[in-house]
């Protein structure tokens, strides 16, 4: 074959390779943004790595080796992790790395301060077909929240306990001892009841507690709220007269709501005990109730010593007490208030409180209004 023949043919057979080649080349290959290197493409997603991110319904992304995110959740969607398409939160990477290297699924436990709504989880990654990394995140915040706040009661219900319980051994050694004085019998046998009526009072509040956690919807029905905030008043009548503190209901008329009497009484309780314990001699507690925006509102007002601004945030947690040493003296548990956001929020209310230090608190109750002929 002439020279210049054979330079046609292979000029053809190039053109041809390159025809075919390049699309192929393209599709395997593309430019980076700088335009100066090349790198490969990413294989197409499996169906399976899509399946199983998808079923997982929680937080869960799809990445790969260069850790851009192929897929993510609806709900993986809101974290806080990405940077345009690429995972960029140095924890998940880390354990993306792991998995990608060890080739075995790598599981963490994690608390974080960085990764929006969720403070603790269990993060799992998972190295799928050899080309990607599938990334869980079980939210565990709510409980662990719970196992503090249950280690939290134990711990601060095993210290309420042994404070009377303590005191009554010791008070009992001292009578042992004096039996033959009958004065110091009288007065370490008032200290005995003061303690034994302590550790009664605590007793009753933790099963109060207990029960407003757990409410019994088979209970409620059609209560009148006049008489729930005068059952509740009148309760402390006694005590409020011997310190010179009055104590007014007012209501409007034909106030009523869906719910446990008896506990709603309890609840009310609760909040004028407190405001006859904080208040001064002649200074006066007023509870009432009226209608406001469709919600019935039962408010205890008094004008004692008030709730600094901080502790206002804190007051219906269990056993969070403002003044320990007062709280002490009057025989308060510290378990109140939260028996009554319990009840309240049972009741599908909420329990709202303002306070100016040295000229009062008001506490109120907002329930939703139950009207007469209503069906439950």
């Not at 006049?226 to 209901?249: K, N």
């Amino acid at each position: 074959m002439p020279v210049a023949m054979e330079w046609v043919a292979g000029g053809a057979l190039g053109a041809t390779l390159a025809l075919v080649t390049t699309p192929i080349w393209s599709w395997l290959f593309r430019r980076t943004p700088e335009g100066d290197r090349w790198e490969r493409r990413e294989a197409p997603l499996p169906e399976l790595a899509r399946d199983l991110a998808g079923s997982y319904g929680g937080y869960a992304m799809v990445l790969t080796r260069s850790h851009k995110v192929v897929y993510t959740t609806a709900q993986a969607e809101t974290l806080p992790v990405y940077e345009g398409t690429k995972l960029i939160h140095s924890g998940l990477l880390e354990l993306a790395e792991n998995a990608w290297n060890e080739d075995e699924m790598q599981s963490r436990r994690l608390s974080f301060t960085d990764l929006g709504p969720v403070a603790d989880a269990e993060v799992r990654a998972t190295r799928l077909a050899d080309s990607y990394i599938l990334l869980t995140v079980t939210d565990l915040t709510q409980t662990m929240r719970a196992r503090q706040i249950r280690h939290d009661f134990i711990a601060n219900i095993g210290h309420e306990l042994r404070t009377p319980v303590t005191a009554v051994e010791l008070i009992g050694s001292a009578l042992e001892a004096g039996a033959e004085d009958p004065e110091m019998v009288r007065h370490f046998a008032r200290r005995l009841s003061q303690e034994s009526h302590r550790l009664a009072r605590l007793t009753e509040d933790m099963m109060a507690l207990a029960k407003a956690q757990d409410q019994d919807s088979s209970r409620f029905g059609e209560v009148n709220v006049l008489d729930v905030i005068q059952e509740a008043a009148g309760r402390h009548r006694t005590t409020s007269e011997e310190a010179s503190i009055g104590v007014r209901v007012q209501a409007s008329p034909g106030l009523t709501v869906f719910g446990d009497k008896e506990a709603l009484v309890t609840a009310i309780d609760n909040l004028v005990a407190n405001a006859v314990a904080y208040s001064p001699p002649g200074s006066e507690v007023l509870v009432s109730a009226t209608l406001k925006s469709g919600e019935v509102a039962i408010a205890v007002v008094d004008q004692g010593i008030g709730i600094e601004a901080p502790d206002q945030e804190r007051v219906f947690e269990r056993f969070y007490r403002t003044d320990q040493a007062r709280s002490r003296r009057t025989g308060g548990t510290g378990l109140g208030l939260a028996i009554v956001r319990n009840t309240v929020s049972g009741h599908g209310g909420r329990v709202t409180v303002q306070s100016e230090v040295g000229r009062g608190s008001a506490f109120t109750v907002w329930l939703p209004r139950r009207i007469l002929g209503d069906s439950a």
